[in-house]
């Protein structure tokens, strides 16, 4: 949530107030969650380089960062048996998905 929440701030569109949505459904033997966002969004060609890391869309002069966030969570997730993935639409922002077992 730190690292979702965390980029869902830094990355919002200086002309709009942030704003973030976190739900959470059931989905079986796991629990789905999601962080969505209002913020500047990503082209889906890059929704798997986002989790690798030190992959870095933005250069440190536009967002400061490292590019670890999302390769961390990733790894917190799947060493947890989930997964987690994007929805996003350049310029309108993105939806983050992840599972973690009940």
Known sequence: FQNLVGNALKY???SNAPFIEVGVKD???YW???VADNGIGIS????ATI???FQRLHS???YPGTGMGLA???KIIENAGGKIWVESTEGEGSKF???VKK
């Open 97 to 99: 998905y992840f599972t």
């Open 72 to 74: 961390l969570s990733k």
């Open 51 to 53: 989790f690798v890391l």
């Open 12 to 14: 919002h569109k200086a």
């Open 44 to 47: 889906s060609e890059y929704f």
């Open 60 to 62: 440190k002069d536009e």
């Open 32 to 34: 789905q969650f999601s």
């Open 27 to 29: 989905a079986g033997s």
